[in-house]
């Protein structure tokens, strides 16, 4: 989320509350979640190239799978911006309860999506469309999650803190690919073909109303509640931060720095089981189950990095994971 533009001038607690766990817990929980269901279609993403696209090429299916998957990303920056303007001028809250709704609805559908046997290519056009529903709403609920988080904690244990957020895209495709191996593990691979693909879809409306519930709990961020009792509120989010010179390095920097992050995270996370599945033709059980070992394994390397930069800075952190 873009911050508001008076943010600098009001501080956020310098001592831990009663109230971080809950918060951390619940931002973080909402965006597990909404991970599992942008991330459901990449852990299948190898199988949808046979059920949404033109059958008789195998490696073109495959292609044209992933690059549904890839619009979901196409599209996340415009969400960050619309979202982040949106989080910046009615309040975090409610913001995050737009993104997990349009979330969990366009998952479900996915779920309830006739093959291209059935309908043609109105499936994989209705496909996309879901798909950048998704980006759309991942886009606005990440970064305003971290947003969220930061403005309740202690300034010097931001690091750690926000570091709960980045477990929760790695959590999320734990998650995913928990439920497909559960799911597979309890019916043919015939049954799975035809339908059981969809269960994994469908049952993301459970953890829809669970996340609306413990959303609608949490209490709005209270820099922002200070900005807004004041009357301070930025009134042009994105111009303020875009069209001012005094941001433009920080901005390319920052994009520049997300860019390399994203590439070595999917990478390395997502792309791995892709390729265990298709090139090296490791089984549909045995894949899966390999690459959630290795994400739960990493996952406590998140949080020690995050404290790591709140006693040495965020710099060599970053620098010495990329490398």
């Known amino acids: ?52 696209f033109p059958p008789g090429n195998e490696t073109a299916g495959l292609l044209a799978s992933l690059a549904t998957f890839g619009a979901g990303f196409a599209i996340r920056p415009l969400g960050a911006l619309v979202f982040g303007r949106l989080g910046d001028r009615v309040g975090r809250k409610q913001t995050f309860l737009i993104t997990i709704v349009l979330m969990g609805l366009s998952t479900a559908l996915v779920g309830l999506l006739p093959t291209f046997e059935t309908i043609g290519w109105w499936a994989p056009a209705l496909l996309v469309l879901l798909r950048l529903v998704q980006g759309l709403a991942l886009g606005g609920e990440f970064g305003g999650a971290a947003v969220y988080i930061a403005e309740h904690c202690p300034k010097h244990q931001r690091g750690y803190y926000t570091a709960w957020i980045q477990t929760t895209g790695t959590m999320g495709l734990v998650l995913s690919l928990l439920v497909i191996l559960i799911c597979r593990g309890s019916m ?18 459970l953890l829809l109303f669970l996340s609306v519930y413990i959303r609608s709990k949490l209490g709005e961020s209270p820099m922002f509640a200070k900005l807004k009792e004041q009357g301070r509120l930025s009134k042009a989010p994105i111009s303020e931060s875009f069209g001012s010179g005094a941001n433009h390095h920080r901005v390319v920097a920052a994009l520049i720095i997300g860019a390399a992050m994203a590439l070595i995270w999917y990478t390395a996370q997502f792309y791995s089981l892709v390729f265990l599945q298709t090139t090296l033709k490791v089984d549909s059980f045995t894949a899966p189950l390999l690459t959630v070992c290795a994400l739960v394994l990493g996952v406590p390397l998140f949080l020690a990095s995050g404290a790591l930069a709140d006693r040495i800075g965020r710099k060599p952190v970053m620098l010495a994971g990329m490398l």
């Open 188 to 205: 043919s691979e015939a049954d799975f073909r035809d339908w059981g693909w969809r269960i994994p879809f469908l049952g993301s409306t």
């Open 1 to 52: 989320m873009i911050p508001a533009r008076t943010e600098p001038t009001v501080r956020a607690p310098e001592s831990a509350t009663p109230s971080m766990t809950r918060v951390v817990g619940a931002a973080s929980l909402g965006t597990v979640f909404e991970y599992y269901d942008f991330l459901l279609y990449g852990s299948l993403a190898a199988f949808f190239g046979v059920l949404f």
